[in-house]
Every structure is written in structure tokens, then in C-alpha cells.
């Protein structure tokens, strides 16, 4: 559990290590083995145990006293092409049903026996939760006390030779960087093996900044793609500077408050990512970003999509598609009488932002799992001026958002300086229903300073 402190990164570049098929990671000697959970793959006649790793919240409430003691977070990855791989999941107890989620790709998971699960994954480029009804959750009272996740990633194409002096090159095993690793000029590649457990940190700049597990707000067009960062101290990877790429990035372990996700600059892509967060998970912070095909577990703290908290936002034409948020956790451990934070939406403007400038933003395809209890609160700050126009949501399905006169959605500007219109909510649908009118949906729409706000039922251009 020791190694289970600190920013950790584990390695998903992938080497094979038996067929060009289904390719089943080392693991270093050292590495946290889960207790909880053992998994085995299958593909054609090749059978294969899968390391499964975990991440502790009681490793954290030292550090913060909202961290919830006596939970874990077990993960696993592999890759594969091809033929489909069949997953078995040996489990703590027995259980009659279990869930994988995003439910929208289709998998099946049965009990095949005692305290075994199965289900099939057919394609790569996923990443699931599986969930059993001993511990699926009570709104009010806890969330999943032991979290399992599983990543089935395509195979790598690429891996750099260990010799070249521009490359820094972790293989199989622990190491530890103590806190955060300025990366040197010279190097142009930070390169994981499968197997390297990397305890620590790495940022572009030399000026300490431990937030980030990851920081890169220096240079540009970095890319950052197949590793997993566990148990972040506070943020979990930030790149302001532009031209940026994250793609197949997981982030899991996110116990404390300020654990937000990604942030990222002008002209930056997020794809294929995961992102398990305690905070913000993805910050609409800058202009010509793309979001797309990403999962997201939202937990007690912080928003899914975030606008808010700096003191002036300048965004335009962003572009998010093809997301799955499988938990908001926001009314965990509450009890009866959950009250939401400012900062607790699926699209959220929180904090004291004044000065507001921002328009065409498209989010398409988003589905929110689950009892959800607010989608949208995007209020400008009392005093705040500026124009936010022409966003919008498009094949939003939220599964279920309860009737609550304490928690409502929200659109508001502010006062006679700050002005929200011409957003456009198409074919929206909650519970199963499509919504025609802000009140069928629960919004408050401030009429003072909102204007062409719409809702419209489209069906047939789902």
C-alpha cells in the first residue's frame, strides 16, 4: 500500500507479450495487486490471467477529512485485435446480477458461477464498469465501495528503442520520482513499458507546481496517450499550452476534492479517455477544443463539462461528441436531503467569472447513466458581463433525473450586463421522455437575462 501515495502512472504502451491478438500486460514485481477482484482472458485457445491493480481511499484521509474511508478502486487493461475476448471476473462475494457499464455498448455480464462473472468484449478502444448488486450504490448513503474497471485498448504501433538518447525509457518495475520530474530539454519522449509503475510526477516547467500530476501549460503540441494515472494529489493532468493530444488516457483513484481531470489548450483533442474525478473532469477552458468518445464516473465534487472559476472565460467553437457519464456521485453520502453544489452539474459555470465571452459550443451524443440530479446549472456570477450564445445540446438521453423543488436545472446571466440566448436543447431526453418545455425537465430559465432558449423534439435526426 505504501507505493499507493504520491502521483502513480501506470503503463498501457503496449509490447506483446504472447500473441499479436490479445496482448496481456507484465506486471512489476512491487505493484499493488488487487484484493478484491482476479480477472482472466480468453481469446480463442489463449487464456490468460489479467493483473488487476487498485488504488486505496484510506491511503488519503490523512490528507483531507471529506475523503470516505474503507473504499478501493481495481483496474485492469489489456489489449487486443481481432476475434472477441472473453472476461471472467473472480469476485469477494456472490452475487445474483451484474452491470456493465457504458450500457450503450451493449455487454452482457451473467454469473457463471459462484463468484465468477462473464461477460464478451467485441471491439477495443473501451472501458467498462463492472458492477454487482451486492454493492451497486444507495443514493444518500455510500457510492461503490469497491470500484472495478476494465480497459480493453488496441494494440500500440510504435515503441521507441531504448537507446535513443532522446527518449526517457521506464521498462518493467517500481520506480519512484519523489514528487514531480521537470522534464530535461533534450528529451522528446517519455516513453512506460507495460510494467513500469512510476511513482511521481512530470511537468515542462521548472517552476513547482504540484497540482498536477501532469502539467504541460509549456511548449505545445504534446501528446499524452495509453497510461493510467492513479491516486492524483490534486489535478490530474493539465496541458494549457496549444496544439495538445490526449488520447487513450485513464485517470482512476480520484478520492480527494480537487482531483479534477483534464484541462487543456487552444486547438486540443481529448479521445478515447477515461476519467474518474473528484473535481472537474473536463474544463472547457480554451477555444477550438475537441472532446470526443470519452467515459466519465463523476464522483461527490465538480462538474462533467466545467466553464467556470477563473475570473475571465474567452472560449468559442468547441465541439463535444460521443460521451458516456456513468455516475454522478454528487448525492452520495448525503441522506435524504441531497443539496447540490454550485459546482455540481453535467455543464456547469461555477465560481466568480466576470467577464464572459463565449459561443458556439456543440455537445452531440452525450448520455448520462443512472439517477442524475442535475444536468445543467450554468449561472453567471452576480456582477458578471458579457455574452455567452449559440450552444447546443443535441441526443442528450439522461436515464433518470428526480422531481425535486430543492435542485433544479438553471440557465441565468446577470443582472442587465450578462446575457445568455440562442441555446438550443434538440431532442433531450430524460427518463425515457423528450423534453418540449424548460418545466417538463425541471430549468429555471431566468427571463431577465436569457433569451432564445429552445426546446425541440426532433426524432427522426437522432
Request: charged fraction near 20%.
Amino acid at each position: 500500500m505504501a507505493l499507493d501515495t504520491g502521483f502513480v502512472f501506470v503503463v498501457l504502451f503496449w509490447v506483446p507479450l504472447v500473441t499479436a491478438k490479445l496482448i496481456v500486460y507484465p506486471s512489476a514485481e512491487g505493484a499493488p495487486r488487487s484484493d478484491k477482484y482476479q480477472i482472466y482472458v480468453t481469446q480463442g485457445s489463449q487464456v490468460s490471467e489479467s493483473h488487476v491493480y487498485i488504488t486505496w481511499s484510506d491511503n488519503r484521509t490523512r490528507d483531507s477529512p471529506v475523503v470516505i474511508g474503507g473504499r478501493t478502486l481495481s483496474w485492469t487493461a489489456f489489449a487486443f485485435d481481432e476475434a472477441a475476448v472473453s472476461v471472467q471476473v473472480h469476485t469477494p462475494r456472490d452475487f445474483s446480477t451484474c452491470l456493465i457499464r457504458p450500457r450503450g455498448y451493449g455487454y452482457s455480464c451473467t454469473r457463471s458461477g459462484p463468484q465468477v462473472a462473464q461477460f464478451q468484449i467485441i471491439r477495443n478502444s473501451t472501458m467498462m464498469s463492472v458492477e454487482f448488486d451486492y454493492d451497486n450504490g444507495t443514493t444518500g448513503v455510500r457510492d461503490i465501495t469497491d470500484k472495478l474497471l476494465v480497459f480493453a485498448d488496441p494494440p500500440e504501433t510504435e515503441v521507441p528503442s531504448k537507446n535513443d538518447s532522446s527518449v526517457l525509457y521506464y521498462d518493467v518495475g517500481v520506480y519512484n520520482l519523489g514528487r514531480q520530474l521537470v522534464i530535461p530539454s533534450k528529451i522528446k519522449q517519455i516513453y512506460l513499458a507495460p510494467g513500469a509503475f512510476v511513482q511521481g510526477g512530470f511537468r515542462t516547467s521548472g517552476d513547482q507546481f504540484l497540482w498536477a500530476a501532469i502539467l504541460l501549460d509549456d511548449g505545445g503540441g504534446h501528446t499524452v496517450e495509453g497510461i493510467t494515472i492513479s491516486n492524483s494529489v490534486q489535478f490530474f493532468l493539465r496541458g494549457l499550452s496549444s496544439d495538445n493530444l490526449y488520447r487513450n488516457v485513464k485517470t482512476v483513484g480520484a478520492w480527494i476534492y480537487n482531483n479534477d481531470g483534464f484541462s487543456i489548450g487552444n486547438n486540443g483533442a481529448i479521445e478515447d479517455c477515461f476519467i474518474h474525478a473528484n473535481d472537474d473532469a473536463i474544463k472547457l477552458y480554451a477555444s477550438d477544443m475537441r472532446v470526443s468518445r470519452c467515459v466519465v464516473w463523476q464522483a461527490q465534487n465538480g462538474a462533467v463539462f466545467q466553464t467556470g472559476w477563473w475570473p475571465e472565460r474567452d472560449i468559442h467553437s468547441i465541439t463535444v461528441t460521443d460521451i458516456d457519464v456513468i455516475h454522478t456521485d454528487w448525492c452520495a453520502f448525503e441522506g435524504n436531503n441531497c443539496l447540490t453544489s454550485d459546482n455540481n452539474a453535467v455543464f456547469n459555470m461555477a465560481g466568480q467569472t466576470l467577464n464572459v465571452s463565449v459561443s458556439d459550443i456543440e455537445f452531440v451524443s452525450v448520455r448520462v447513466e443512472g439517477n442524475c440530479p442535475r444536468t445543467i446549472y450554468w449561472k453567471m456570477a452576480a456582477g458578471a458581463r458579457g455574452l455567452a450564445s449559440n450552444v447546443l445540446f443535441h441526443n442528450w438521453e439522461v436515464e433518470s433525473q428526480p422531481a425535486d423543488d430543492k435542485i433544479h436545472n438553471e440557465i441565468a446571466g446577470s443582472g442587465t450586463t450578462g446575457i445568455v440566448r440562442d441555446w438550443i436543447f434538440s431532442n433531450l431526453f430524460i427518463g425515457g421522455g423528450c423534453v418540449l418545455n424548460p418545466t417538463s425537465a425541471n430549468f429555471l430559465i431566468d427571463g431577465n437575462t436569457t433569451s432564445a432558449i429552445n426546446f425541440e423534439c426532433q426524432i427522426g435526426k437522432r
